[in-house]
């Protein structure tokens, strides 16, 4: 027996938990798109998790192994099985490599599902969970509020002190992660909903904009940096009132149902508005809201509206670079080192079109080796997976490094905190922006 089958069947050959006794999940993993992979092994240099652990349940094939073992009876769900879903980062970079363009990232995330629907949760994570997906990411005036007082946390010195004092190491490992990656400079105020944005000049069209969590809070400036943009380039943009979190890191964590009822109330308030395309500036609220279709397929009442919002989302760099930007009144110079947004660039197959729109303002655009691979934030992946999420982390610190450009740009919230503190933790001093911000910056004369 070679080495990949001998630790599959170690795994098999684990103790399995009782199953709730007559109760089947819903939504498993989809049995025809397991079949599909041929366990070709070209996913396996892609998938970050392998390549930091070389432990083949941990690599995209052997999931699918372990996930066609318990839609086959060969194995019952139990707490190894769910680790080895839950260590996934779900980037997609498997799909970019699979031959048989096998959608792995829905599978992962219909495994966590099926998990969650089956194995107990201990108290502790049950609570944990109520107010990371239930409270927080659910309702945005409490995540206004929560901003408000990392602002007055800011503004008042109160982060110096605690960076500077024991205090800082005192703290858990999670939370002191959490604390790393906060902006340099949290706004006072949020973005604000419920309005309409004039075009300047002759009005090329009317797009909606997803507010977001992080992004409407504490990345304010990047929206209204977007919207700014979307302007001076001739559009009318609705910021519509009603709209909640886009559901993506509650699909992502094995959340399904309130993740359906998010996407229930994103697609009532934008649908409303008379617009040509729904714009997002954050990779994972992208992939989360054009797969609405996907995830309200089982929704008479929604299906149908749920197919045509996904079939209007854009994200912002896709958008203009189709539609042809004006001509920027100003031209930037220096290097960038452009970092791919994993639900960017195999989530959504956008790659060229920030390049594109980077080198339209003047930048030379450089490569990292590797550049596509993830960086390690996935969601809150750096928070509950720490040791990995800094592995590969470090390795893309190294290579910025060595390159040293004038500035590393992505376009993703997740990427640009867990890049910034990578830079920091390191002592290097180069800015991380939002492809927005410079092409907002190209916009002033």
């Not at 652990?53 to 318990?70: C, H, K, N, Q, T």
């Not at 994570?125 to 945005?140: D, K, S, W, Y």
Request: charged share 20%.
């Amino acid at each position: 027996m070679d080495s990949t089958a001998s630790s599959m069947e170690w795994t098999l050959a684990r103790r399995p938990l009782p199953l709730l006794q007559g109760f089947t999940p819903d939504h498993p993993p989809d049995y025809a798109e397991i079949l599909r992979c041929t366990h070709c092994g070209l996913c396996l240099n892609q998938c970050p998790t392998f390549r930091v652990l070389g432990w083949e349940p941990d690599s995209p094939r052997g999931r699918i192994y372990l996930m066609r073992a318990v839609a086959e009876g060969r194995l019952e769900l139990n707490p190894d099985f769910r680790e080895h879903m839950e260590i996934c980062l779900a980037c997609r970079a498997c799909q970019t490599a699979c031959p048989a363009t096998v959608q792995f990232g829905r599978l992962v995330e219909a495994a966590r599902w099926q998990t969650r629907q089956t194995l107990p949760m201990a108290p502790g994570e049950r609570l944990l969970r109520a107010i990371i997906f239930g409270l927080i990411l659910a309702r945005p005036a409490f995540l206004s509020l929560l901003s408000r007082g990392l602002w007055l946390y800011q503004a008042a010195g109160i982060q110096r002190i605690v960076r500077k004092t024991g205090w800082f190491r005192r703290l858990p490992a999670a939370l002191r992660t959490m604390e790393e990656m906060l902006p340099d400079r949290i706004p006072a105020q949020g973005m604000a909903v419920g309005r309409v944005v004039p075009a300047m000049g002759e009005q090329r069209g009317r797009v909606a904009l997803l507010a977001g969590c992080v992004m409407r809070t504490l990345l304010a400036p990047i929206q209204e940096a977007t919207i700014r943009v979307l302007t001076r380039q001739g559009f009318e943009v609705v910021i519509p009132r009603g709209q909640v979190c886009c559901g993506a890191l509650h699909v992502h964590a094995g959340e399904r149902r309130q993740a359906q009822a998010l996407a229930r109330r994103n697609v009532a308030a934008f649908m409303r508005e008379d617009a040509e395309a729904i714009l997002v500036n954050a990779a994972g609220c992208g992939v989360a809201m054009k797969e609405y279709g996907e995830l309200l397929s089982d929704d008479p009442q929604w299906a149908d509206a749920a197919r045509t919002f996904s079939a209007k989302v854009r994200d912002v760099t896709e958008f203009l670079d189709a539609v042809g930007p004006r001509p920027f009144p100003r031209r930037l110079s220096g290097r960038v080192v452009y970092q791919d947004p994993c639900h960017l660039a195999h989530g959504q197959g956008v790659r060229a079109q920030p390049r594109r729109l980077l080198r339209a303002i003047g930048l030379t655009v450089i490569e990292l080796p590797d550049g596509d691979l993830c960086c390690g934030s996935a969601g809150i992946y750096n928070i509950t997976h720490a040791e990995i999420a800094n592995a590969l982390l470090e390795e893309k610190v190294n290579q910025i490094r060595r390159i040293a450009p004038d500035r590393v740009v992505t376009a993703n919230a997740g990427c640009m905190l867990q890049l910034a503190m990578g830079l920091r933790r390191a002592g290097i001093t180069i800015p991380v922006q939002h492809v927005v911000e410079l092409l907002d910056e190209a916009g002033v004369p």
